[in-house]
């Protein structure tokens, strides 16, 4: 599953899928959702029950740029510097299910 479209409107990055799924997600949940070992530790970060605390400042939810990695996912580079992120598409499709 890739995307067709991807697009950040306002606080919202919008993913069109090729199979014509549309997700929203919040920037804000996008950035704490981030996947990089910084962010999430170790194991599974969507059953991590303790994740590591972060200081996010206003500028950590702001998106400055994103770029496709590889054809399996996007590297989303934030306002406050933080660009360590990869979303791979499958976890894009799980978190946008999960909550
Ligand atoms: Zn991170």
């Not at 804000?28 to 194991?43: F, I, N, S, V, Y």
């Not at 996912?73 to 791979?88: E, K, N």
């Amino acid at each position: 599953m890739t995307p067709k479209n991807i697009q950040v409107i306002q606080r919202t990055f919008a993913i069109v899928w090729n199979d014509s799924r549309e997700d929203y997600f919040d920037l804000e949940k996008l950035r704490r959702a981030c996947p990089c070992a910084t962010c999430q530790g170790e194991g599974n970060v969507l059953i991590s029950a303790r994740p590591t605390p972060q200081n996010y400042l206003p500028a950590s939810f702001e998106l400055r740029g994103w770029q496709y990695i590889g054809g399996y996912g996007v590297q989303l580079q934030w306002a406050d510097g933080h660009a360590t992120g990869i979303y791979s598409f499958d976890y894009l499709r799980q978190l946008s299910t999960g909550n």
